[in-house]
Nanobody, 119 residues
Framework: QVQLVESGGGLVQAGGSLRLSCAAS????????MGWFRQAPGKEREFVGS????????NYADAVKGRFTISRDNAKNTVYLQMNSLKPEDTAVYYC????????????WGQGTQVTVSS
């Protein structure tokens, strides 16, 4: 059974940084892509970025390019979302998710972690 557990959310002032973690378990993820998504109150969930577990190729939404960085630690089966220069509009519940490398749909989701950026 695949399990994704996010951590690292919290309250930070605008301009600050946070690092979210997503610990993955339940299978071998070498053929997977891991994504980060977020959902703000009253808004639809949106894509933040993704990383291919094998090779580490990343992809980011325009809204976070240059500020957010996704990385992974193969030994720990953990994916990270480093968020710098945070803005109030980054406030949301952040979710990690997993899909097979060539799939479009994400099959596995974590429970989410709240990030609040104060102005």
């Amino acid at each position: 059974q695949v399990q994704l557990v996010e951590s690292g959310g919290g309250l930070v002032q605008a301009g600050g940084s946070l690092r979210l973690s997503c610990a993955a378990s339940g299978r071998t993820f070498s053929n997977y892509a891991m994504g980060w998504f977020r959902q703000a109150p009253g808004k639809e969930r949106e894509f933040v970025g993704s990383i291919m577990w094998s090779g580490g190729r990343t992809n980011y939404a325009d809204a976070v390019k240059g500020r957010f960085t996704i990385s992974r630690d193969n030994a720990k089966n953990t994916v990270y979302l480093q968020m710098n220069s945070l803005k109030p509009e980054d406030t949301a519940v952040y979710y990690c998710a997993g899909r097979t490398a060539f799939a479009v749909k994400y099959d596995f989701w974590g429970q989410g972690t709240q990030v609040t950026v104060s102005s």
